[in-house]
């Protein structure tokens, strides 16, 4: 019995001569699944989320957990990576729905779930001033100052710093060498100062 035989619509890209649009495929199986009343696990949410790449992983990632496919258990192992994978993730779902996920998922680092550090974390962030207020944080701040310098093809800002309370941390992920956390920088209580 293949891991794929007890769901209503297996995940199988189509065969026949042309080209596949893998990205509309993976909404298409995911809309299929979610009506078929399918429930996924942590493989079948790889899977689909590859389909699509990483701009596209907000998206079916919020469309899965919706859809019923996926509870918080199964987001955990892919919310940092999916988060860190998109290039502007704050303006993808908006921070409401991101919170949405990121309480379902739990904290998470490196897409297991753990404990959220005891004590306040020392945060910087590169960005334009009206970007400030983004949830992508590093505890690198030369990673940071290269953000705010423009060197990733963005344009030039200023280093931002917080203090960011446990509380306000959703995530954190290093898979891109990034040293980021996720900081809800709504939070009560939090300063994000010029650097």
């Known amino acids: 019995m293949s891991p794929d035989s007890r769901l209503a ?19 298409t199986v995911l809309t299929d699944a979610a009506l078929s009343g399918d429930m996924w696990g942590t493989a079948e949410l790889g899977t689909v989320l590859g389909w699509g790449g990483r701009l596209a992983g907000p998206h079916l990632l919020s469309d899965a957990f919706d859809g019923g496919l996926v509870d918080g258990d199964t987001l955990a192992p892919y ?13 993808a779902l908006g921070h409401d729905r991101w919170r949405e ?5 739990g904290f998470t680092r490196d897409g297991a ?43 030039r800002g200023k280093l931002y710093r917080l ?8 995530g954190a992920y290093d898979g891109r060498g990034e040293s980021e956390y996720v900081v809800d920088t709504a939070h009560p209580g939090l300063i994000i100062t010029d650097a």
């Open 9 to 27: 619509v297996p995940l199988v890209l189509p065969s026949g001569p042309g080209p596949v649009d893998v990205e509309a495929h993976a909404f």
């Open 79 to 91: 919310i940092g990576q999916v988060w860190s994978g998109a290039d502007y993730p704050d303006a």
């Open 101 to 105: 996920l990121f309480d379902a998922a």
């Open 113 to 155: 779930p753990s404990p959220r550090p005891a004590e306040p974390v020392e945060l910087w962030r590169g960005a334009v001033p009206e970007r400030r207020t983004d949830w992508s944080w590093s505890t690198d701040w030369e990673m940071a100052g290269r953000y705010a310098s423009g060197y990733f093809g963005r344009p």
């Open 163 to 170: 203090m960011a309370p446990p509380d306000a941390l959703l």
